[in-house]
């Protein structure tokens, strides 16, 4: 009698930590993905990699040493764009005039490192104050 009733109980005990087990499974979620994403993501690595690549441009290398900017921190900040951001950059870029696009972008790239140094996003220039402090 009294293994039968010992036995009931640890049965009863694993029933409920089994149960509890299944409980606590994730379910995976799985879904197709669209050729609209795919390709989404891809402009968005090819955009970021035509920026960094004008980088490179010597006039574009002498206005930022001009302007005190070092070239890793404008990579940095390129790497960290959301695709919202990199799309309206490219887009602003896009309808610049073909030989104002050097100096444009640096002063595009400038405002965006002033905006996020204003929000305590970056701290790039020393002369910008943060407005949450």
Request: proline letters at 2%; glycine letters at 4%; hydrophobic letters at 50%.
């Amino acid at each position: 009698m009294f293994t039968s009733t010992l036995l009931k109980r640890v049965a009863a005990v694993a029933l409920m930590l089994h149960s509890l087990m299944i409980i606590q499974i994730p379910q995976a979620q799985a879904s197709m993905i669209g050729t609209q994403e795919i390709l989404a993501e891809h402009q968005q690595q090819v955009d970021r990699e035509q920026l960094l690549g004008m980088l490179d441009d010597q006039e574009v290398q002498k206005k930022l040493e001009s302007m005190g900017v070092d070239r890793a921190q404008v990579e940095k900040r390129i790497n960290s764009l959301t695709p919202a951001e990199l799309a309206q950059f490219n887009q602003q870029l896009d309808s610049a005039p073909a030989g104002a696009g050097v100096v444009g972008i640096i002063v595009l790239f400038l405002v965006i490192f002033i905006i996020t140094d204003m929000l305590c996003a970056t701290n790039i220039f020393n002369f910008v104050n943060c407005v949450n402090r």
